[in-house]
């Protein structure tokens, strides 16, 4: 069992960045692939980014790429979403999440879930 929960998230300019943080208690944490996941009003859940347990690959779509770092530590048995030069289309509730198998970009792969914190970027 793995509980999630996102902090960092809050309202930013245009051009500004967040830090978003995700800590995870429970057992093993570091066996388990942290993926980030967004929805936006009237949209469905997409996939944000994802690092592997094993090799720490990171993993971007194409929307954030160059703009958002992933990255986790697994000694504080937390995840983290940089996010720079954030966009108005960036306004969402941002989930992380984490999983043992299947596809990264998935979120019908992923376990456990955090509840989400609003990220608003304002133009």
């Known amino acids: 069992q793995v509980q999630l929960v996102e902090s960092g998230g809050g309202l930013v300019q245009a051009g500004g960045s967040l830090r978003l943080s995700c800590a995870a208690s429970g057992r093993s944490f570091s066996t388990y692939t942290i993926g980030w996941f967004r929805r936006a009003p009237g949209k469905e859940r997409d996939f944000v980014a994802a690092?592997?347990?094993?090799?720490?690959?990171?993993y971007y779509a194409d929307s954030v790429k160059g703009r958002f770092t992933i990255s986790r530590d697994n000694a504080k048995n937390t995840g983290y979403l940089q996010m720079n030069s954030l966009k108005p289309e960036d306004t969402a509730v941002y989930y992380c999440a984490a999983t043992r198998v299947g596809t990264y970009y998935s979120t019908n792969s992923y376990l456990y879930w955090g509840q989400g914190t609003q990220v608003t970027v304002s133009s």
């Open positions: 690092i592997t347990w094993s090799t720490s690959s990171t």
